[in-house]
């Protein structure tokens, strides 16, 4: 993206594409946003299963209200951990220095289109999981 320093490309995530995003700045930092983008994309169905994890653990009982306020289907199944997982998809990677990384997933319509953002860094550890947008 022109004048936002920021490098934007297409990768393959399991079955979809998804857009991979780092800021463009000095060298050094650049080298380890790249670091961690390989590692996340490397090692894809791991992330995508520990982050989609990490958000339905975070997240489901906020799923579970939000479908109680749905009175569209009065004889809806209560949202289960695995139809949580299920139903969200990933929609871009950004990846910075140190190993951080958000990660934004299609809710499956679990909060009305909201975008769930994950945010975690590559040594496993999961900083926060919301709804945005």
């Known amino acids: 993206m022109k004048g936002l320093d920021l490098f934007e490309t297409t990768i393959q995530w ?3 594409e998804c857009l991979l995003y780092f800021n463009l700045g000095e ?3 650049i080298n380890d946003s790249l ?3 390989r ?3 490397q090692e894809q169905t791991k ?3 520990s982050i989609k994890s990490f958000a339905a653990n975070k997240l489901i009982e906020l799923a579970k ?3 109680e306020q749905d009175d569209s289907d009065e004889n809806q199944e209560e ?3 695995d139809q ?3 139903r969200i998809s990933l929609e871009s990677l950004q990846a910075y220095p140190n190993g951080e990384f958000e990660a934004y997933y299609h809710d499956g319509d679990l909060f009305l289109g909201h975008v769930i953002l994950v945010t975690g860094n590559i040594n496993g550890t999961f900083k926060d999981a919301h709804i945005a947008g």
């Open 14 to 16: 399991g079955k979809q």
């Open 27 to 29: 060298e050094e930092e």
């Open 35 to 37: 670091q961690a983008a």
């Open 39 to 41: 590692r996340l994309v």
């Open 47 to 49: 992330w995508d299963s």
């Open 65 to 67: 209200d939000w479908q």
């Open 79 to 81: 949202i289960t951990h």
């Open 84 to 86: 949580f997982i299920n």
